[in-house]
Each structure stands twice: as structure tokens, then as C-alpha cells.
């Protein structure tokens, strides 16, 4: 089975989403969307990185809370400054954040933390993955914005992924 289809999952999106996009579930649109389904993943088989290891899955479901409860504050946080920016400018600044992630799962994790979590963009990894660079959209306390950032998302990716 898994030969045929290594990802069912993206393939019952596929055929979802092809069925969907064709606003039809005519016998030869679901042909289409099935074959759809099942040569695309085979197609990018090659270009999908190996799953990556997981631990300590109560830190992930932590994690994901804290992920949530963050994008819905920042949202307030940013909608805020943008509303009282004729007033007092907010104070935008680019921030170097050092790293001790190394491995690509879990940079990657942080990558759409970081673009989910409003305020704050990632900009740039250093060649080494020794650093980030992020831009935040309204900063006070750099260092103390840097020990949040740390220990908010960096720790329990650590953990996460090992």
C-alpha cells in the first residue's frame, strides 16, 4: 500500500481539493482528481524529507497551546499599535536571536512559529544555523524579548525533537 500511496494523507487532500477546486463530482472529474491523488506524491516522493523523531509529546501539545494563546495576543498586540501608530510610532527593530536548534525539523517548526505568531518575521538563519535573525514589529527589551523567544518556542523544540 504505501508503495502506491507513501502518503495517503496528501493524497486524500489532493483528491479533496481537485474535487473541490472542479466544483464537480462528475465520474470523470474523480478520475482525474484519483490519478491526481495518487501520481503526485509518487512524483514527489524524492523531494520529501524523512520524518524527523519526536519525543515527549505532552511538550508538543504544551507547545502548541502556548502557540495559540500567543497568536491570538500578538494579534491583539499588533492591531493595537497599528491603531494608536499616529500617536506614538510603534518601535520596530531587527533582533539577532542565537540558537542552540541544529536540526532541520525543528528550525523548520520554529520557522512557522515564528510566521504564524503576529509581530514578528523571520528574516534570515546564519549559514551555521548559530543564529536568526527576526524582525518584531513593536520591541521595548530586546534581551528580555530574546530570553521569551528562548524559552517560549527554543526549549520545548529542544526537547520536541531532541
Known sequence: MKRWLPAPLLSGGLFALWLLLNQSLGLGQALLGAGVAVVMPLLMAPLRPAAGPLRQPRVLVRLILHVGADVMTSALDVAQGVLRAGRQAPRGRFVVVPLDLRKPHALAALAMITTVVPGTVWCELAPD??????????????????????????????????
Not at 514589529?137 to 520545548?156: G, N, V, W
Open 129 to 162: 544555523r548559530s543564529a536568526l535573525l527576526l524582525h518584531v514589529f513593536d520591541l521595548s527589551e530586546e534581551a528580555t524579548f530574546i530570553a521569551h523567544f528562548k524559552a517560549r518556542y527554543e526549549q520545548p523544540l529542544l526537547e520536541i525533537f531532541g
